[in-house]
């Protein structure tokens, strides 16, 4: 076994991030440890796939300087290592494979939130999707694929979130021949009861919802104009209930839903204008209006945003907005997938800790939703090549970072996104005011009143 004693790989060593044990089990768990003494050893592999997430304006070899400059043990068999080519890396990342990352990812990912974050007893989570450009080699445009209108093969990853702390609980990927719609279905194991789960449009069929209300799950889709729901009753809230009709008679029975229309009407209050959205229908197998209003539920929708935030986070803060991916062989595309959502769970795991532990003397509480993963991300990095009897300390100055840093909640806008001020002027703010406009139905003579 390696003898990582005097490993500096900073935080990355923490008990609430990847310790040496853990990446050594994972490598013993996918077989993947060298029989002979190598130049390049697995957990140094493992460890660079993290840290390639960590410094992505570097390239590989630089990457792995900064982690064998704190890691001598496993670099001491390797004269030159610091001219070690780049294909011997990109080969030695091949031969440890995405089994390692997937094992370390799920064993991060999970439900951060207490009992607090939930709504009425129900942990409320979200389901998206995003795309990722991967170099456009012929191994992977033979894998993934794209569209016409890519010059690089595509990767979709479909994921659900923890709408209030942002964290991963499971992600799927696949080519990008293979759609969203079909992809969630790989999802529907980490569903369960206790949950309310989100979706946006394009989720919603009677497929899949038959299926993912079979794993006890609440539900909350929002579907298209198009979609057709018949009212066959309308509830005392003005809400109503609908058939969700199979496709085929194979699978099964219609499934009885609730349905909530409503938009939202913008009013400026310097300039006395009103406009109304578009009409928004959501679809809900919670069919009590007692046990779930139609504004909770409306308002709740609004949550789902927060995995648009994570996938931000995942490109852009963690990213570095890297166009393309590095890999150009779909075994180490893969593993970079997994490295990615392991670095986003390192740094959400070690800021929860810094909010509780390290919280500033009759400082006011925070939560994991303030987070700037950005400069988290900025502060794990600089722990990198500190020696691993220093977490005490590393913790601490990753901690006032946080703290110093923190995101406030956004506030109301002030003015048009689209409105610029001329050079040499100075644009006008101004309040806008939501307010959501429920549409109520009327139950006509032909429909029986909810009692």
């Not at 709504?119 to 989570?125: I, L, M, N, T, Y």
């Not at 913008?266 to 069919?287: A, D, K, M």
């Not at 600089?382 to 220093?390: E, S």
Request: proline share 7%; hydrophobic share 45%; with cysteine.
């Amino acid at each position: 076994m390696d003898d990582l004693g005097g490993a500096q790989v900073g935080l990355l060593a923490h008990p609430l991030a990847v310790p040496q044990e853990m990446v050594q089990a994972a490598v013993d768990a996918e077989g993947v440890r060298e029989k002979k003494r190598r130049a390049l050893p697995s957990v140094l592999i493992v460890y660079l796939n993290l840290a390639l997430w960590i410094f992505p304006d570097q390239g590989m070899r630089a990457c792995l300087r900064e982690l064998a400059a704190g890691m001598p043990q496993l670099v001491a068999g390797l004269a030159e290592w610091r001219n070690v080519a780049s294909t011997s890396v990109s080969e030695a990342r091949e031969r440890v494979g995405p089994g390692v990352m997937w094992h370390l990812f799920s064993q991060l990912a999970g439900p951060m939130g207490g009992r607090d974050s939930r709504w009425w007893g129900r942990r409320v989570c979200a389901v998206d999707g995003t795309e990722l450009k991967v170099p456009d080699s012929e191994v992977n445009a033979g894998f993934f694929a794209g569209p016409k209108s890519s010059p690089f093969p595509v990767l979709r990853l479909v994921a659900l979130a923890e709408c209030h702390t942002r964290s991963v609980i499971n992600a799927v990927w696949p080519a990008y021949s293979a759609g969203e719609r079909t992809l969630v279905h790989r999802l529907l194991p980490a569903f369960g009861t206790g949950m309310l789960v989100i979706f946006d449009r394009g989720f919603c069929s009677h497929l899949f919802f038959r299926d993912a209300a079979a794993t006890g799950a609440d539900l909350l889709f929002r579907v298209s104009a198009s979609f057709s729901l018949a009212p066959v009753r309308v509830l005392e809230d003005g809400t109503y209930l609908a058939r969700l009709n199979p496709r085929v008679k194979r699978d099964g029975q219609p499934i009885t839903v609730r349905v909530i229309e409503y938009s939202v009407a913008s009013t400026t209050t310097t300039i006395l204008r009103r406009t109304t959205s578009e009409v928004f229908c959501l679809v809900t197998n919670l069919l009590n209006p007692l046990e779930a209003p139609a504004p909770a539920l409306i308002g709740l929708y609004r949550q789902r945003w927060s995995i648009e935030t994570v996938f931000k986070a995942l490109k852009v803060d963690i990213g570095a907005a890297r166009p393309v991916l590095r890999s150009a062989r779909p075994e180490t595309v893969i593993a970079e997938i997994w490295s990615l959502l392991a670095v986003y769970q390192i740094l959400l795991r070690l800021a929860g800790a810094a909010l509780i532990g390290h919280r500033p003397d009759g400082g006011p509480s925070a939560g994991p939703g303030e987070v700037s993963i950005k400069n988290a991300h900025g502060a794990l990095r600089r722990t990198i090549g500190q020696a691993a009897d220093r977490l005490g300390d590393m913790m601490k100055a990753f901690a006032e970072e946080v703290w110093a840093t923190l995101v406030p909640a956004r506030p109301p806008r002030t003015a048009p996104r689209k409105r610029k001020a001329r050079r040499g002027q100075k644009s006008p703010t101004q309040t806008v005011k939501h307010t959501i406009i429920m549409h109520r139905m009327r139950p006509p003579t032909a429909l029986p009143q909810a009692a």
